[in-house]
């Protein structure tokens, strides 16, 4: 299984490529920034394992990562988090609960406003960010993993 820096320079590594190759089609820029930006973010804070308790993503959230923990302790390492479809979904979900309690603790207490609402234009070309380093990873996964299964029993 590739160690948790493999997987950003695979991820990160490739960024220059992706990005290229959505320039000669012509991509408009916005959405490549907001794509970039959604790719560097989710190379290096939504990965996949962050279904374990202790990885270098949990790390990368500093003080914060205790809000990773019961993520970590509903999804087992390498089951839905890992889905290539469900996988992202499961993190969004789980981040926009974690932001909407928090939210609300900010809006009552302090007065802190609700955010109003997400561009339109940015939701596909987050998605995109979002998804393809999680593909990636899961891909290396796969990938490291063969082979390395438990033989079939006889018979
Ligand atoms: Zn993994």
Do not use: N
Request: no cysteine.
């Amino acid at each position: 299984m590739p160690q948790g820096r493999t997987h950003l320079a695979f991820e990160l590594g490739t960024l220059p490529g992706w990005v290229a190759a959505g320039a000669a089609l012509h991509v408009e820029r916005a959405p490549l920034v907001f794509f970039t930006g959604a790719y560097v973010v989710a190379s290096l804070f939504l990965s996949p394992d962050l279904d374990l308790t202790r990885s270098d993503p949990s790390r990368r959230w500093r003080r914060a990562r205790f809000l990773w923990r019961p993520y970590a302790l509903l999804f087992r390492h390498r089951g839905m988090s890992h889905s290539p479809l469900l996988g992202p979904l499961t993190r969004i979900l789980y981040l926009a609960a974690v932001g909407a309690a928090l939210g609300t603790v900010l809006h009552l207490t302090l007065g802190v406003p609700f955010p109003r609402s997400v561009p339109g234009e940015s939701v596909l070309p987050v998605l995109a960010g979002l998804y393809l380093p999680h593909l990636l990873h899961v891909f290396l996964d796969r990938t490291f993993s063969l082979g390395k299964r438990a033989p079939l029993p006889r018979g």
